[in-house]
Structure formats: structure tokens, C-alpha cells
């Protein structure tokens, strides 16, 4: 049964062109994946879908009296509720109604292992329709069999499950590769071709020359058939040079992404081995209430920690009193860098101010530069284009304003950097060029995450697992980590 159909769908901004002229039919029962890099539209559509986002052409006719469920990328803020736990409340709160259709738009953020695999059970044994935007590949490829997936001005449907899209794409490309390589070979053998014509008519030319001087009759040759020669290995290779055009242009939609390498501009002494932070004996909570108690831990320069553990265990609670929230410090010895000496990102950005352009955002951090040192710094996050650096931050992505915040900290880097689940909503070449640029970030730094396989991949990062305990005796030295 026909649930939605879209005719003509266009998604357009003024300063880029997401897709155009998408047609597609949602039918009852169905798994579909929105997929593509960071700013591509996943959202928008999903939001069309939904009926809050109008389409810029086309239309999209719903079936009427359709109930939809939709949980949105980001949660607002609820006293004493974590990230997973807000996550949650929104999933049951979309289910409460019994919808035929299920618009979610990352809804593994901020879950833990169990609560990523409830929501993967209920997906799986949910009766309706399903449309999923997400970068949690395990749970596109355990619920999803049909992708939509929106990259250079087009949205490409695909039937089946994740893996199998990644493995034609590779498939594809070599495929590719191998006809760029034989057009290459046409090219030069073409090109060889032309050489020899070019040699024949030339020793033509002297020889008529030579006739004419030697006071001989000539042969007269008509120029179009002196030139024919030349004319069909000149049409040869304009035909090669198209189609190795059209070989490379697709070849470039599949191509791996540019590669991110920042400098990190360092203060003198900001190398110095030296602890950064110190907390003992510490208990956090809001409203007197303790939600963590027991907190030893020493970060020095140039460490890495993980805060992990369950979804409201007190992770971000104890983010925010190292942070300097001191609301939150119910007890123990906090030794903190100052305030202007942290930097803070979370998965919404909030450190970016959002009317700013995103030249202004970095001379903001490093108000000394010059406008030629700061397209530079920020070429190197790859924002190059003129239009891209006077892009206001509202109007960014979550791949490029986490570019962005990764520009701020390059520029300045602060003696700590706390990130707060900053994976989430990440596709795989931002969560690449995060990789990279956390892997040779020089300062100390504490992560809050549920995601392994990130903290694997930056290396080096000793774990903290939250969970409450005991109240503590008073401090003693031998107890430091």
C-alpha cells in the first residue's frame, strides 16, 4: 500500500543544490536508509517527508489520515535526563501514538550498547514503515534493505542492505578505473596516429615543393583531401578526450574524500609535560543530589581519557563541573585549568555563535591574524572556496561545523579539550577527519563516548568508567589515578 509519493522532488539552498528531480513511492512494510555526507539533505528529506520542510520544486502527495511517528536528531534539554535517556523518551513518545510510518533522524545517538540493541529488537519487530537517516552502519545493515542515498545533485535508490551498496561502489570504481586505464592507451595510440599524419602531409608538402622548383607538373591534391588524414585523427581524439571526460566525472563521485592535515599553532611552553587536571574524592549531582560520587582521576599533558560508561551515569554531569559549573561540585578537591584555558565541543556545537561567517569564527579565537593567515589556516580544514568562508555557522552543516570547532581548536589549541559524544551524526569522512586531527592533537583531552571503535581509532585513551558508588572517605594520596 502507498503510503507517500514524491514527483520531482528538488532540495536547494542558495549557496548549494542538494538534489533534483527525485521521484519515489514509500509503500507500507518498507526499510529505507537515507545516506550521504554531512549537508547533503538527509535531514531536509526526512523533514519533507514529515511535512515540515517544503520542497524548493516537485511535490509530495500523502496518503491521508497516515500517522507518523518522527524523533529528531537533536533533543531538547530536560533537568537530570542524559542524552540516551532524552533519546529514549522521544522513541516511546513516537510509538505512544501507534504510527504507520517511522521518521528517525539518528535515533542511536548518545544510546549505550543496550539501549542501541532495544531499539535495534523493536526496529526489527516493528510492523510498520520505516525511514532511518543515520551513520550507525551495524543498524542500517541490520533493519534497512533499501537506501536512498543523496550525493552530487541526485538521490540514487538502491535495493539492499549497506554492505552490499559499499561493495558496488567498490565494484564500480575498479570498473571504472580499468576503462580510464584502455582510454588512456586509445589516447596516446590516437595521438601517435595524428603524429604520423602530420609527418605524411609534411613530407607531402616538400615533395610538391620540391616538383615545382624542379620546374615539374606537380600532382594536385585538393586541401580537404591533404587534410582528411589529419581531420580523422583530430575527430579520434576529440572522441577520446570526451569520453575519458565522462569516465573521469564519474569516477569522481566515487573517489575517496580530500584528506584533512591541520597545524596546530602552539603557545611557547604549551608542550611542557605538566598535570592538567587533578580531581579526588569528588561528588557531582544536581540539586544536592548526587549522581557520582567517588571521583579520583589525573590528566596530564598530552593524555587522552574516555568518560564512559550507562546512559545517565553522570558522564557530561562531571563534564560540566570540570567544565566550571560549580553548581554541580557537591564535594571533593577540583584543581581545573581557568575557564578560558578549556575547550569545550558537544555534538550541537554550541560553542559556534551561529549569526558569525566562518572567517569570523576562527579571527574570533585568533583576533592577531591576518584575513590572508586565516583562509590559509582554514584552506587547510578545507573550507577554500570564498562563498564557504563567508558561509554564516547557521547555515553549515554538522560535517562542516564540526570542521569548523576543529579550525578553533587547531588555531588556539587549550590546555584541555573536552568532547561531548562529538561522533554522533558524524558520516564517515568527517568521523575520518576527526580521527586524524584528535590522533596528533598535542594538549590533553577528555572524550565522552559511547563509540569504541572512535576511541580505538584516536589511540592512546585511558578509559573512566562512571558509574555511582560508595560515598568516599577523605582524600589520600596513595589513592590518585
Not at 445 to 463: K, N, Q, W, Y
Amino acid at each position: 500500500m502507498r503510503q507517500i509519493q514524491l514527483k520531482g522532488v528538488d532540495l536547494s539552498f542558495p549557496q548549494k543544490i542538494c538534489f533534483r528531480q527525485f521521484d519515489a513511492v514509500i509503500e507500507w512494510g518498507q526499510r529505507i536508509a537515507i545516506v550521504g555526507d554531512n549537508g547533503s539533505g538527509k535531514s531536509s528529506l526526512l523533514r519533507m517527508l514529515l511535512g515540515e520542510v517544503k520542497p524548493s520544486d516537485g511535490s509530495i502527495v500523502t496518503t491521508p489520515d497516515l500517522r507518523i511517528g518522527y524523533v529528531a536528531q537533536i533533543q531538547d534539554e530536560q533537568c537530570g535526563l542524559s542524552g540516551g535517556q532524552r533519546v529514549n523518551r522521544a522513541m516511546s513518545q513516537a510509538m505512544a501514538a501507534a504510527p504507520d510510518l517511522l521518521l528517525l533522524d539518528e535515533p542511536t545517538n548518545h544510546l549505550d550498547a543496550d539501549n542501541r540493541r532495544s531499539l535495534s529488537r523493536m526496529l526489527q519487530g516493528y510492523y510498520g514503515t520505516v525511514v532511518l537517516v543515520t551513520h550507525d552502519y551495524a543498524l542500517m545493515n541490520q533493519i534497512c534493505d533499501i537506501l536512498w542515498h543523496i550525493g552530487h545533485g541526485r538521490v540514487e535508490v538502491f535495493e539492499g542492505r549497506y554492505a552490499d551498496y559499499l561493495a558496488e561502489q567498490q565494484h564500480e570504481r575498479n570498473a571504472l578505473e580499468k576503462q580510464l586505464s584502455a582510454i588512456k592507451r586509445a589516447k596516446q595510440d590516437a595521438h601517435d596516429s595524428l603524429m604520423q599524419e602530420q609527418e605524411r602531409a609534411a613530407r607531402a608538402r616538400l615533395r610538391g615543393i620540391k616538383s615545382i622548383q624542379d620546374r615539374k607538373w606537380a600532382t594536385v591534391k585538393s586541401p580537404t583531401k591533404l587534410g582528411r588524414g589529419n581531420t580523422t585523427a583530430g575527430r579520434k581524439q576529440a572522441d577520446i578526450r570526451e569520453e575519458q571526460q565522462d569516465l573521469a566525472e564519474q569516477l569522481a563521485r566515487l573517489r575517496p574524500p580530500e584528506v584533512l592535515v591541520p597545524q596546530f599553532h602552539l603557545k611557547d611552553g604549551a608542550s611542557t609535560k605538566s598535570v592538567v587536571l587533578q580531581i579526588g574524592c569528588a561528588v557531582v549531582g544536581h540539586d544536592g543530589r548526587p549522581v557520582l560520587n567517588d571521583i579520583y582521576f589525573t590528566l596530564m599533558h598530552g593524555e587522552r581519557m574516555a568518560l564512559t560508561g550507562a546512559n545517565g551515569s553522570g558522564k557530561s554531569t562531571l563534564a560540566q563541573a570540570i567544565l566550571g559549573d560549580t553548581h554541580l561540585r557537591l564535594g571533593g578537591d577540583w584543581r581545573t585549568p581557568p575557564t578560558g584555558e578549556i575547550g569545550y565541543v558537544d555534538q550541537h556545537y554550541a560553542n559556534l555563535n551561529p549569526d558569525a561567517t566562518v572567517l569570523e569564527t576562527v579571527a574570533s579565537v585568533v583576533p592577531e591574524w591576518s584575513v590572508k593567515a586565516l583562509r590559509t589556516h582554514l584552506a587547510s580544514f578545507l573550507f577554500r572556496q570564498s562563498e564557504s568562508v563567508q558561509t554564516p555557522v547557521r547555515e553549515l552543516s554538522g560535517g562542516e561545523k564540526a570542521r569548523l570547532s576543529l579550525a578553533c581548536i587547531a588555531a588556539r589549541p587549550p590546555r584541555l579539550l573536552i568532547l561531548d559524544e562529538l561522533t554522533n551524526n558524524l558520516d564517515t569522512t568527517m568521523r575520518g577527519h576527526m580521527v586524524d586531527v584528535l590522533k596528533s592533537y598535542p594538549g590533553a583531552m577528555l572524550l565522552i563516548s559511547h563509540d569504541e571503535d572512535f576511541l580505538d581509532a584516536v589511540g592512546g585513551v585511558e578509559r573512566y568508567h562512571c558509574q555511582p558508588v560508595r560515598v568516599c572517605e577523605p582524600l589520600k594520596d596513595s589513592r590518585w589515578r
